[in-house]
């Protein structure tokens, strides 16, 4: 008699096996529907097939202290998610939909970091860049493990969270995300995050490329840079990319949805 199947992988990409057989059916997942409203169109999307993805809302980023407030940059813009990721991050736990925060963490020794990199922010070559100590508390910029490269305190993380540490621009280029995201059967991805312009913009672009549902979430990302470069990110997205809606159409989405589940 064949003994018990026993699961291999992450579900919904995991296999039933024994030492006869293997199941490769993979689980089906129960449709979870929310009707959510974009600045372009009426969205049918399954909540079982999105994700959610905070990008670089590190200390480095969004702190007064940290690398980019050093360097002469007003901080200021980049904390303006932190109130509706507050609002949202919890409701998107209680609906199983999984937090993923793709944070800038570099390697201390920077072997995979180009000079071209490096140069972006430290152009002279002398003053503070990648992996160098913050003079005002020694922590190292953007390293993995660093108070620099930390999620900033406002905003609460929990175990069920995901992360993934990145090294470019993008969130995809040379990190594990895409992986984790089709063995969890994510196909649409919710982007928050700093900067919109940047590094919220290449890894939306890099995702839909790969073909992923890409929806900026307006009020939940914000950039450092010029306003011109806020609404050339936002006509990209729409134009190009995929959809704009912020945390109130996505809030009452949820809500019209359980209010439709509990009438039934």
Request: some cysteine; charged content about 15%; hydrophobic content about 40%.
């Amino acid at each position: 008699m064949n003994s018990p199947l026993r699961t291999l992988g992450v579900g919904p990409n995991s296999w039933s096996v024994n030492e006869s057989i293997a199941d490769i059916t993979r689980t089906a997942q129960t449709t979870q529907k929310v009707i959510l409203t974009t600045e372009s169109k009426t969205l049918r999307l399954d909540l079982q097939k999105t994700a959610i993805l905070v990008i670089d809302m590190q200390n480095d980023f969004c702190h007064p202290d940290g690398w980019l407030a050093h360097i002469g940059v007003d901080v200021s813009p980049a904390r303006t998610p932190i109130i509706p990721l507050q609002g949202l991050l919890p409701v998107m736990r209680s609906q199983g939909v999984p937090v993923i925060w793709v944070n800038w963490g570099n390697r201390p020794d920077l072997l995979n970091i180009s000079a071209g990199l490096r140069h972006v922010y430290n152009p002279t070559g002398n003053g503070v860049g990648l992996g160098d100590p913050l003079p005002k508390n020694g922590a190292k910029v953007l390293t993995k493990g660093s108070w620099a490269a930390a999620v900033v305190e406002e905003l609460e993380q929990s175990p069920q969270d995901i992360h993934v540490d990145k090294y470019r621009m993008s969130g995809f280029w040379d990190t594990p995300l895409d992986s984790i995201l089709r063995n969890l059967g994510k196909t649409t991805l919710l982007f928050t995050g700093v900067n919109a312009d940047q590094c919220v913009l290449c890894t939306l672009q890099d995702a839909n490329f790969l073909g992923y549902d890409c929806i900026l979430i307006k009020d939940c990302t914000a950039t450092t840079s010029p306003e011109y470069c806020w609404q050339a990110t936002l006509y990209n997205v729409k134009q190009i990319f995929g959809f704009v809606t912020d945390s109130t159409a996505i809030l009452a989405a949820l809500n019209n949805s359980a209010n439709i589940a509990s009438d039934r």
